[in-house]
């Protein structure tokens, strides 16, 4: 199966500030080994990620790319892999069709997979706009407790994601323990 991340608050700890450098970029416990036991057991890890700190001149994209070695390093010392790193660079201003909750990132990731379509892939993310960016592609929507995960949590039972029902986990660690089981994801509305 392809497991789509969002990569900051789900991959790396995130606090609602820009991580602006490689020494600032620190795996969430657990997410690096979750990534390996995911790729070890045949799924396939692609990674959608919006990046308006580059538009906003916070940091370049060789920091960017510093940082996607880092994870890259650590996730290989585990044994894993990921296949494609998408990212939005543009401001939310510019009129881009990449940023999340728009889909061109997840486009991106299928062309480069030489996929049909992104239905029954799973997208992973701590805030609305994954999930929304996930269901308009047809995959399962996964919201996970780690960075903005327990705010965009409340704001689903004020608002549902349209058209998707979404599974809940404290974090990506928890979210690969339900699907490495094969009992299913618990979906909560
Ligand atoms: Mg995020
Ligand atoms: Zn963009």
């Not at 990620?49 to 920091?63: H, L, W």
């Not at 991106?108 to 960016?133: C, F, P, W, Y």
């Not at 399962?140 to 979404?166: E, F, H, M, W, Y």
Request: glycine share 10%; proline share 4%; net charge negative.
């Amino acid at each position: 199966m392809l497991i789509i991340l969002d990569r900051d608050g789900v991959i790396n700890e995130y606090d609602g500030s820009y991580i602006c450098t490689v020494d600032d970029w620190h795996p969430i416990p657990g997410s690096i080994e979750a990534m390996a036991r995911l790729y070890k057991a045949g799924h396939r890890i692609a990674i959608a990620t919006n990046q308006s700190g580059i538009a906003r001149g916070f940091y370049g994209t060789d920091i960017l790319d510093g940082m996607h070695e880092k994870m890259t390093r650590l996730l290989a010392a585990e044994g894993g892999q990921v296949e494609f790193i998408a990212y939005c660079p543009h401001h939310p201003d510019d009129g881009c069709s990449c940023r999340k909750p728009l889909t061109g990132l997840l486009e991106q990731i299928q062309n480069h997979l030489q996929l049909d379509t992104l239905e029954g892939a799973i997208m992973v993310g701590d805030s609305r706009k994954d999930l929304e960016a996930g269901a308009a592609e047809n995959c399962q929507p996964v919201l996970v407790r780690t960075g903005n995960g327990k705010d965009t949590k409340r704001s689903l039972k004020a608002r549902a994601i349209p058209g998707a029902s979404v599974a809940i986990y404290d974090n990506l660690s928890a979210f690969a323990d339900a699907l490495l089981s094969g009992s299913g994801l618990e979906l909560v509305n």
